[in-house]
């Protein structure tokens, strides 16, 4: 590999395997001290890890597309396999993400008492770091499919009372998804003997090939991401899941992060192909979940639609290949991310308080609860795209990219695309009418406390977050510029 | 620098009152917020001055200024930063002076409100987002005003949040913005497609690039890209400018308490659509089919919302709907190209409406929050400095002689006679027959509230104002001794007033006539000419009194007038029977056109139900039945059929053996 830039100790390393000893240690302790040991080495090891993802932020080249933070060994000679870690910008803001989220689920978890659930958390998250760091094709499927463990475990033991359906459903989908990706991969390592994600985007491969390693990436990624129609998963995961665990869930977007590292550049013929049909299923995703989720009567399951439909706007501004929408696609990942976890736990927060988050159940808040009210109304702006806060950025680059993009259906697509403007607003404020203003619907409502210090903190964090990424979103793109650009120079290249 | 404090003092005033309102003096936060809404105001006039004066000699036409990067997309800039050029310099002398007016009224208006601080928040907050607005350089950072004041909007609509009706009100004007706001990210989008930059300065330049380009929404369906941007854009406008048929909104926000009408109606949020167009002149006079658009959109709301003020009964609607009407003559302006005709009206507009609304909420709290103007009556002998006031407002609305309305209106009328755009002859007729009706309205409010005998205090029935007057703690008896406001409420007044009496004399020559816009406002006088004849028919103020004692406009007011007088005052009992005869016509007017039966019925619950058939037949049958369960099931037959295969009898797999063997060795066999 040229120009790899390489005098650091291995922090991607250690950021992937220190959250995952850790976390085998936090199981192993669960018994000393009632659990109180198992909690404090979580909290470390997430702190650990989230200020060497800062250092690995600000050591972060920008405006450089090439992969940093380079890490080879081989580790199975006979194939060829290696044990190859790196990031580039299309990688870097999730792995801070990734960072922060994991911090936040930890440090929200106020018991002593559920080790298990926190070592299944510092799992994942040092397996989500693999997968955003893996170079090497084999090494990704494994700590893409080594997720599904950690996290099947979390929601099936830990989660809500329909979690044994849930947890099935939601390892099946993702298992059989990922079935037809390791497919492809054997394919392409049978035509390259490489298993090197980099050396497959140079591979020359026919139209006939290149639509069926499509299809097969896309079934996993699609499973993943969630799109629609393979998503019947994702709302009743994330609803059923623990809140740790459907924040992680739904934060890491590792299944939109799998078209822009894999389908994208090493099939880009047929994306260009399939263009149409991908534009068509990501609108209707948009408009069909957004009115969806005016449906839901639980405050969770209405998030969740939302994150989804927001995902269709990402896969929308994949498949415009145009940068405005690409890079608005990137960071509307990760301002979705944002969202969705800040609304998880707000959801979180009144659950604990009310039993549920019906939302005929939970009225008027705003006067027991202002702090409360206040961040949900903030956040329930930011997820509608608010301009100055985190959501505004993608949905409005998105959009203006889908206006500008080259085709016949321009304007079409365009209009489509900003009816989420409409749509995202009436089922937010709808929700916002009914949780935070209006009559008192629970008897208790009066009686419920505020925000405690630790939940405040939680969702202020977030919330500054999200504010300074609104106000100062060129500190993200910045990152991740060169390599989107970069990977839209390659994409326009025919490789049959 | 200066210029970043204008807006950003109200911010850090808003944030302040917001977070520790609650835990300091509740003076504190009226203090903070008016001290920074004050000086804004006279570093805006500061601003104003330079402009003004300095400029001309010194040949500057704009000075646009970029605070920092907020996205750089590698082939252009997003910025945010601010243009100061004679357009913006006037628009945020307008908001700020009414913005602070507004801010020292209600020190007296929320006196008793437990929600103080909060309220004091959310008008600085408005004013910040209005600013951000008027003072941008681009168009991302106008959207970024433009949503701020649809979420000030919000929250302030919704201030009373107890009432269900406020909050449904405040809902409906974020989401009928936002509709707006769906044209506006598609017109931005067209120009950005277009001409690759958001940055005001450079696509004027451009503007000729965009001529002949074409946009298309499907294949063989393609349009001018000019027109349907400005489309986009102006559907933006009437959003935010509450045209018809995104109007109704506007009457709703009543729902919040008075002082946000006045901001809304006057300075902060609904000139926003107008300013906007007026500020895109250039790329809004590339086309002549979104200027009929705009002209026939504005003649409609102009008349059709002037009708609705007639039946009306509560005194802020009244108002309202002179508001929707008055900005239907500006939007006609904006057609018609006489775009500083209608920022004339803008400023002139914003002075007496944010009169009128004052003195409309004077009225309502010295009647302790009373609004049905059925209940007023006879109130001039006890609020003479309302009564005062209010009557120089309803005269400067109603555009008689000699205050401020009557030198911002006629020249509209006269836009629209001596436009080109097709529709142009339509809104003529409308405004005229609207000057009428203006009259009419405004006089029968002043007559019903401050002449003829008092009726309040009669009757008790109203179950809703009731339980809200028992939450300010007053009671019925109080009714009795009804009395002037107090200082912080009548000094606001009197300012307006002032302005509303001498904005128009003393700014018609600079502002409308003279050169006073230069460069900021562009218009083709060749193919628009309106702005050119009103140019040519100018000899001075005298003249134009002269003038306007010979025109129509004038005495159709005054025949308002004398309508209103005897349906009011002479002989009340012939408008109820005029109402009944009228019937379904009366009826109609009633219900806004049946505008909001017709949006909740097909909108609002064709929503709900289209969620609901998603649900039902999108997710729980499709997604969940067919796909997991059926796929579920399959895999079970499957596995029951396959089960068979495994029978645990040796001698049927020694036949299975058997029979792969055979097909192998035949397959190789043809090999």
């Given at each position: ?57 600000c050591r972060f080249q920008t405006g450089s597309g090439m992969m940093q933070f380079t890490e080879r060994v081989m580790w199975i000679p006979h194939f060829s396999i290696e044990y190859a870690l790196g990031i580039d910008g299309l990688s870097v803001l999730f792995i801070g993400m990734n960072a922060l989220i ?395 | ?302 008349i059709t919302m002037a009708l609705l003020g007639l039946v009306q009964n509560d005194i802020k609607r009244v108002i309202a709907y002179s508001t929707l009407s008055q900005l239907g003559y500006m939007t006609v302006a904006l057609g018609a190209s006489a775009y500083s005709a209608a920022i004339f009206h803008l ?322 066999g043809i090999l």
């Amino acid at each position: 590999m040229n120009g790899e830039m390489n005098n650091m100790p291995p922090v991607l390393s250690i950021l992937i395997w220190l959250p995952i000893i850790a976390g085998i240690l936090v199981l192993a302790l669960r018994h000393v001290g009632h659990g109180r040991w198992s909690r404090w080495l979580a909290n470390l090891a997430a702190w650990v890890a989230f200020i060497i993802a800062i250092f690995v932020l600000c050591r972060f080249q920008t405006g450089s597309g090439m992969m940093q933070f380079t890490e080879r060994v081989m580790w199975i000679p006979h194939f060829s396999i290696e044990y190859a870690l790196g990031i580039d910008g299309l990688s870097v803001l999730f792995i801070g993400m990734n960072a922060l989220i994991t911090l936040l689920v930890i440090a929200a978890q106020k018991s002593d008492s559920k080790s298990g659930y926190l070592s299944a958390l510092l799992i994942t998250s040092g397996l989500t770091y693999g997968a955003f760091s893996a170079r090497d094709a084999v090494l990704f499927y494994v700590f893409f499919e080594a997720m599904l463990i950690p996290m099947y475990l979390a929601i099936g033991v830990f989660g809500g009372a329909q979690r044994r359906y849930a947890t099935t459903k939601f390892f099946l989908y993702t298992l059989f998804g990922s079935l037809f990706m390791l497919l492809a991969l054997f394919y392409l390592y049978s035509v390259s003997q490489t298993f090197s994600m980099e050396a497959w985007q140079h591979l020359p491969l026919s139209i006939y090939m290149q639509l069926i390693l499509f299809g097969a990436f896309f079934i996993a990624f699609a499973v993943k991401t969630p799109m629609w129609p393979l998503h019947a998963w994702a709302p009743d995961a994330y609803v059923e899941a623990p809140t740790g665990a459907a924040v992680m869930l739904a934060a890491t977007k590792i299944g939109a992060y799998g078209f822009l590292r894999l389908l994208l550049p090493i099939v880009p013929d047929a994306a260009h192909q399939l263009a149409p049909l991908m534009i068509a299923l990501s609108l209707f995703a948009v408009i069909y979940f957004g009115i969806v989720a005016l449906a839901q009567t639980d405050l969770k399951r209405l998030f969740a639609y939302s994150s989804v439909a927001h995902m269709g706007l990402v896969t929308l501004g994949f498949f415009l290949f145009n940068a405005t929408a690409m890079k608005g696609a990137v960071l509307l990942m990760v301002s979705n991310g944002l969202a969705i976890a800040a609304l998880f736990f707000v959801a979180e927060s009144l659950k604990t308080r009310f039993g549920d988050c019906k939302l005929t159940d939970c009225g008027g808040i705003v006067k027991a609860m202002p702090w409360l009210a206040t961040l949900l109304v903030f956040f329930a702006m930011a997820n509608i795209g608010l301009p100055g806060t985190s959501g505004f950025v993608g949905e409005f680059l998105v959009i203006i990219g889908a206006v500008g993009h080259q085709s016949g259906y321009q304007l079409l697509v365009g209009l489509l695309a900003a009816t989420v403007l409409i749509i995202g607003a009436a089922y937010t404020l709808w929700m916002v009418r009914r949780v935070v203003f209006g009559p008192i619907t629970h008897p208790s409502v009066v009686a419920l406390s505020d925000l405690g210090t630790r939940e405040r903190l939680l969702l202020s964090v977030l919330a500054a977050v999200m504010l300074g990424f609104g106000l100062w979103p060129q500190a993200l793109l910045g990152m991740a510029d060169a390599s989107v650009t970069q990977l839209l120079a390659h994409v326009a290249l025919p490789k049959l | 620098m200066m210029l970043a404090l204008i807006p950003l003092l109200p911010l850090l005033a808003a944030l302040f009152a917001g977070f520790f309102g609650r835990r300091v003096p509740r003076c504190w936060s009226h203090w903070v917020c008016c001290a920074a809404v004050g000086i804004s105001f006279l570093l805006s006039a500061n601003v104003l001055y330079e402009v003004a004066t300095l400029w001309p000699s010194t040949g500057i036409q704009s000075n646009s200024v970029t605070l920092y990067t907020w996205l750089d997309l590698g082939s252009t800039k997003l910025t945010v930063g601010f243009l100061i050029d004679p357009l913006s310099a006037l628009m945020m002398v307008v908001v700020t002076l009414v913005s602070f007016l507004v801010h020292v009224y209600t020190i007296g208006y929320m006196k008793d409100d437990p929600g103080y601080a909060r309220f004091f928040a959310y008008i600085a907050f408005f004013t910040f987002s209005m600013l951000m607005l008027v003072m941008s350089n681009n168009f991302l950072q106008m959207f970024f005003g433009w949503e701020g004041v649809g979420l000030a909007s919000y929250l302030l609509i919704g201030f009373w949040y107890t009432r269900p009706s406020a909050t449904k009100a405040g809902m409906k004007a974020f989401l009928m913005n936002r509709v707006g706001d769906f044209g506006f990210i598609i017109g931005i989008g067209l120009l950005f497609a277009a001409l690759g930059t958001l940055d005001f300065k450079e696509i004027f330049g451009r503007v000729d690039e965009l001529r002949g380009l074409n946009v298309s929404l499907w294949p063989g369906v393609e349009w001018s890209l000019l027109t349907v941007a400005c489309i986009g854009l102006f559907i933006g406008a009437m959003g935010k400018s509450a045209q018809v048929p995104l109007h109704s909104w506007l009457p709703d926000s009543m729902e919040g308490p008075t002082p946000i009408s006045a901001l809304i109606h006057a300075a902060t949020m609904v000139t926003a659509g107008i300013f906007m167009v007026a500020r895109m002149s250039p790329v809004f006079e590339g086309s002549d089919t979104a200027l009929s658009f705009i002209i026939i959109i504005g003649a409609t709301t102009a008349i059709t919302m002037a009708l609705l003020g007639l039946v009306q009964n509560d005194i802020k609607r009244v108002i309202a709907y002179s508001t929707l009407s008055q900005l239907g003559y500006m939007t006609v302006a904006l057609g018609a190209s006489a775009y500083s005709a209608a920022i004339f009206h803008l400023m002139t507009h914003a002075f007496f409406k944010a009169l009128l609304f004052l003195a409309a909420g004077s009225v309502i709290i010295a009647l302790h929050h009373e609004q049905d103007m059925r209940k007023m009556g006879g109130l001039r002998k006890r609020m003479p400095i309302t009564y005062v006031t209010a009557v120089i407002g309803a005269w400067a609305l109603a555009g008689l002689p000699p205050f401020a309305g009557f030198f911002s209106k006629e020249p509209i009328i006269e836009a629209a006679h001596s436009a080109t755009v097709t529709g142009h002859t339509y809104a003529y007729w409308a405004l005229m027959l609207g000057v009428f009706l203006t009259a009419c309205y405004t006089f029968r409010m002043i007559f019903m509230t401050f002449h003829g005998a008092s009726r309040y205090g009669e009757s008790k029935s109203d179950a809703k104002r009731g339980a809200h007057k028992k939450a300010h703690g007053v009671t019925h008896e109080a009714h009795h001794d009804v009395h002037e406001s107090p200082k912080v409420v009548t000094i606001p007044l009197i300012v307006l007033a002032i302005c509303s009496v001498f904005a128009g004399i003393f700014c018609v020559e600079p502002v409308l006539i003279g050169d006073y816009f230069g460069a900021a406002i562009h218009g083709n006088y060749v193919a628009h000419p309106a702005m050119a004849e009103l140019h040519a028919e100018w000899h001075g103020i005298l003249d134009y009194f002269l003038n306007a004692l010979l025109s129509a406009p004038l005495w159709l007011a005054l025949a308002g007038i004398a309508t209103a007088w005897y349906f009011t005052l002479s002989s009340p009992k012939s408008a109820d029977r005029l109402a009944r005869s009228l019937g379904g016509v009366y009826n109609a007017l009633k219900n806004n056109y049946y505008v909001d039966a017709f949006y909740e019925r097909v909108f609002v619950r064709g929503a709900r139900s289209l969620a609901s058939v998603f649900m039902q037949g999108g997710e729980q049958f499709l997604t969940e039945g067919v796909l997991v369960q059926s796929t579920s099931q399959l895999v079970r037959w499957g596995a029951q059929g396959l089960r068979y295969l495994q029978t645990g009898y040796l001698y049927h797999y020694a036949f299975a053996m058997a029979l792969g063997l055979l097909v192998l060795m035949t397959w190789w066999g043809i090999l």
